[in-house]
């Protein structure tokens, strides 16, 4: 397994723990009755998540040991997600009528893991087994993310619309930072990981990938920006958009952001209803609408070369996880480009296909990434929810085109 580096046992149990405790803390304050929620079929209930994010070690790590005894075998079947070659699964649409195993059962089996796990991680330094290990920690991070989105939308489809917490921890700036172009490289540049530490098998390889004259904005597209599109009636013009996104907004009835309330100054967050500020990131968008409002703009989305070809040279930092606000944050500072990382992941104008070179991990684990490499497009640079820890230059995140629940906004890009 390429690209992923040894850890000391010392190391690896810090991080382990630390890891599987942040998940357990973003589960502090829900209830057993939220941790059962699904609210639609593309979302899961937390504890399902809980038991899933245990389950991969199980199956990948300790699964390698004969002697390894599971605590369950039947949760195999409730808990595989999309892993056809290690066995059949219970339907996603589903995993909300799981009321059993109950959610301390799930604790319990959490427990029996992170036991299990304690003692072969104490058995010495073996680099294959930390490679497998930290890609079971990216995974659940990966799942960190989508409790808090999965939440989310279960509590906004509350008529009641619950908070997940009580209050936004809130910086906000003075006044708007206006929207210019910043030149984006040109010519031949790499992009893809590049070797060192934890990288997914979709960043690679690195490869060359050529850029036109083109430029990125300088900041994400803002809620006073697409509330402008919505008023000047976005919604109702079917040539901004894709034929398939039209067909979708007829469908569904589209009209706005999905969490935005209809009296368009109003928007519902994990702490509940507020006002919608005009200078946060607008967040929520499927491709769809991001696609559309770019060409109302009279711009474009960026292709993930180019978005990726300026993040490489911008440290990873901004509003993700850490800082603890689950929300999108206002731009603020006077760097060429803000916002790259963190706030909301970005659509690209790309879609989600293999590099020049690539291979899947070998086995069961081929079917991490590269099986969905069809009908999906890329977005990039982490939100509000991602881990710092998580996110890099060339990780590269995808979903559906109608995705609409995840922190997703965009940034504008446009030819030159």
């Not at 109302?296 to 850490?322: F, I, M």
Request: glycine letters at 8%.
């Amino acid at each position: 397994m390429t690209n992923w580096q040894s850890t000391a046992p010392a190391g690896m149990m810090a991080r382990f723990r630390q890891v599987r405790q942040q998940t357990l803390a973003l589960c502090r304050g829900l209830s057993a009755e939220d941790m059962l929620l699904q609210s639609m079929p593309d979302a899961s209930p937390g504890k399902w998540h809980l038991a899933h994010s245990s389950w991969f070690f199980e199956q990948f790590v300790l699964g390698r040991d004969p002697a390894y005894r599971p605590r369950d075998p039947a949760w195999h079947y409730l808990f595989n997600s999309y892993y056809q070659s290690v066995g059949p699964m219970h339907a996603r649409p589903q995993r909300g009528l799981l009321s059993r195993p109950s959610l301390d059962e799930v604790r319990g089996y959490r427990q029996y893991i992170d036991d299990a796990m304690s003692e072969l991680l104490n058995r010495g330094d073996d680099p294959e087994l930390a490679a497998l290990v930290e890609l079971g920690l990216q995974h659940e991070q990966q799942h960190q993310e989508l409790l808090l989105t999965d939440i989310k939308h279960a509590f906004w489809c509350n008529p009641l619309q619950p908070a997940y917490r009580a209050a936004l921890t809130d910086t906000a700036t003075a006044k708007a930072v206006p929207l210019r172009f910043v030149d984006g490289r040109e010519g031949v540049v790499e992009i893809g990981h590049r070797g060192e530490g934890f990288a997914f098998d979709n960043e690679t390889p690195r490869h060359r990938s050529l850029l036109h004259p083109h430029a990125l904005a300088n900041r994400l597209v803002t809620n006073a920006e697409y509330l402008a599109f919505v008023r000047e009636g976005g919604y109702c013009e079917p040539g901004l958009w894709l034929s398939d996104g039209w067909a979708t907004v007829q469908r569904e009835g589209w009209q706005h952001p999905i969490y935005w309330q209809d009296d368009l100054a109003s928007e519902f967050t994990l702490a509940g209803l507020r006002g919608l500020d005009p200078h946060e990131p607008v967040c929520h968008l499927s491709y769809y609408e991001a696609e559309a409002f770019a060409r109302w703009a009279g711009a474009r989305l960026p292709t993930e070369a180019e978005w990726e070809s300026a993040a490489q040279r911008v440290a990873v930092d901004g509003n993700l996880q850490d800082e603890q606000r689950f929300q999108p944050r206002a731009a603020n500072g006077d760097a060429a480009l803000l916002q790259l990382y963190g706030d909301v992941w970005e659509w690209t104008a790309s879609p989600y296909i293999n590099y020049p070179g690539f291979r899947p991990l070998p086995g069961a684990l081929g079917e991490y990434n590269g099986k969905f490499m069809c009908g999906q497009w890329v977005l990039r640079g982490g939100s509000c929810v991602t881990p710092r820890d998580h996110i890099r230059a060339s990780y590269r995140n995808f979903f559906p085109p109608h995705a609409r629940w995840q922190f997703a906004g965009l940034r504008l890009g446009q030819d030159r």
